[in-house]
């Protein structure tokens, strides 16, 4: 039973797991932690997992959101994106992405108002 166990974990996960935490560099941890969380105990994926998406670093999030990185940057630079920031570990950020698109567009929206009233 263990081996089909073993079977349904992948293969980076699989290594991660024989790695000692000390010698995990935290993004690492922070994928073995998401992959935890997204379990249940038997190893299958659990349902409550898609409420939640997160992704590693801005690059990630642009694409997730469909914007550019030099975008997602300056947003951030501003603190729009602060509430959607879930840890940080050296440069890279770990982000609510549902939560951080919903803040861009509600920030998108309040610059495109402001433009309207200059005219």
């Known amino acids: 039973m263990k081996n089909q166990h073993a079977q349904s974990i992948p293969a980076e996960i699989s290594d ?5 935490v000390c010698m995990m560099s935290g993004e690492e ?3 073995l932690n998401q992959y935890a969380n997204q379990t249940t105990p038997n190893g299958e994926l659990s349902d409550a997992s898609s409420k939640q998406v997160n992704v590693i670093g801005v690059k990630a999030l642009a694409a997730y959101i469909g914007c550019s990185e030099s975008t997602i ?3 951030k630079k501003q603190g729009i994106l602060n509430d959607a920031i879930i840890a940080q570990v050296g440069r890279k950020i770990v982000f609510n992405a549902p939560l951080a698109r919903d803040l861009a567009n509600v920030y998108q929206q309040e610059q495109r108002d402001l433009r309207r009233e200059q005219y």
């Open 73 to 75: 940057y300056a947003i």
């Open 29 to 31: 941890f922070i994928v």
């Open 16 to 20: 991660l797991m024989q790695k000692p």
